[in-house]
């Protein structure tokens, strides 16, 4: 890895619908970015997509993941999912496959509010609606471990283990408190359901007793996934950091996104710290706009920024965001956030404001 030098390595996998149209924008904008600061970044794509399933059965070839450990710093995701494979086998080989092999046990997800008018909340600013949600990536319900009994019978029983080991949860417990350190930011908030989940939650709560200890800076809480649904909602203003596990992560987080103006804006990066790491945006390949040239690309340039300050290569990615940000102010936007802007104008218009 070459965190904080000058050059980096990033593979692309921009993938089907949406996810091709707004990743070149992307681009087009950490091209400016970094040229501007004399960074140099080079993008290698790979064609791995529904395109490339249908036509040789290829999802994840082998040796790809050994590839991108070893020659790349980062990798920019567009999105998958295509109507004409229902299954979405490509989709879950390929994403859930990087997920899986590369370890990337911290799926990032950063809750911003861009423009107070973006908010679904009365009365709420920018500055009320700003934390970090991170959720366990690797295990829990999402590990796969289950099976059926009398599979399509009357009698048939469905059983998913929910799979939580010692060290993936101390990793990501310990990953929030670190975030929030160097940052400073005074408080994180575990969150479980340790009152209904007895064995698997315990482990959380003991877990978290035990790492909060190194971190005597930092006001730590603990909440219930149901009471943390609530309160986000009732009063965002209390949280800098969230961390929790796969499941409560991956929807308390969308409930995050919807506050700071929806799936078109929002971020996410599936981290591995010091190791090849992957940043996407939160949205999917949306088949119903896909073509149209009218598909909001912020997601997908703050998803850059995300990955710009993976390199350490954080004023880039703050013109990312600041350019956004005016984006947002000056209604330079896509037909979803009220705009009349296509894919492209906006992305040129974000690469000429990084460029200035
Ligand atoms: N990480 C991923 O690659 C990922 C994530 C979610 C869904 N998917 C896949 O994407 C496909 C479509 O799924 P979906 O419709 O449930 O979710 P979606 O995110 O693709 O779309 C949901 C809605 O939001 C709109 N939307 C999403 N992103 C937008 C953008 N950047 N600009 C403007 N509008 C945007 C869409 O038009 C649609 O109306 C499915 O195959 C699904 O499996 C992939």
Not at 62 to 67: C, F, H, L, N, T
Not at 125 to 140: I, L, P, Q, S, W
Not at 282 to 311: C, D, Q, R
């Amino acid at each position: 890895m070459r965190k904080g030098g000058s050059a980096a390595r990033v593979a692309v996998i921009a993938g089907d619908g949406i996810g091709k149209e707004v990743t070149p924008e992307a681009i087009k904008v950490i091209h400016a970015a970094t040229v501007s600061a004399r960074r140099q970044i080079e993008f290698v794509e790979f064609d791995w997509s529904a395109d490339r399933y249908l036509k040789d059965g290829v999802t994840l070839p082998s040796g790809a993941v050994e590839m991108l450990r070893d020659e790349f710093d980062a990798i920019l995701f567009g999105a998958l999912g295509d109507p004409r494979v229902p299954s979405n086998q490509h989709a879950a080989d390929i994403l859930l496959g990087l997920r899986f092999k590369l370890d990337l046990y911290v799926n990032a997800r950063p809750v911003e509010l861009f423009h107070d008018r973006l908010t679904p909340l009365r009365d709420r600013k920018e500055a009320d609606v700003k934390f970090m949600v991170f959720r366990e990536n690797t295990e829990g319900l999402y590990a796969g471990v289950g099976g059926f009994f009398k599979k399509e019978t009357a009698d048939e029983i469905a059983v998913q283990e929910d799979v939580n080991s010692r060290k993936g949860v101390e990793r990501i417990i310990r990953h929030a408190f670190e975030y929030a350190r160097v940052r400073k930011l005074k408080r994180v908030c575990m969150s479980d359901k340790s009152n209904a989940m007895t064995f698997a939650h315990d482990l959380w709560q003991r877990v978290y007793k035990e790492v909060r200890q190194a971190y005597p800076e930092i006001e730590s809480r603990h909440l219930y996934i149901d009471t943390l649904a609530m309160e986000v909602v009732r009063d965002p203003r209390q949280f800098d950091v969230i961390v929790t596990c796969n499941l409560f992560g991956d929807i308390i987080s969308d409930l995050g996104a919807q506050l700071a103006g929806g799936l078109g804006l929002a971020p996410s990066g599936n981290i591995h710290p010091g190791k090849t790491s992957l940043f996407e945006p939160v949205h999917g390949s949306a088949p119903n706009i896909a073509g149209k040239g009218i598909a909001n690309p912020l997601g997908s340039v703050l998803t850059s920024a995300m990955m710009l300050e993976f390199l350490g290569w954080n004023p880039e990615a703050e013109k990312l965001r600041s350019a956004v940000r005016s984006a947002l102010k000056e209604n330079y936007v896509t037909s979803d956030l009220g705009g009349d802007k296509k894919t492209v104008e906006v992305g040129d218009w974000l690469a000429d404001r990084v460029s200035r």
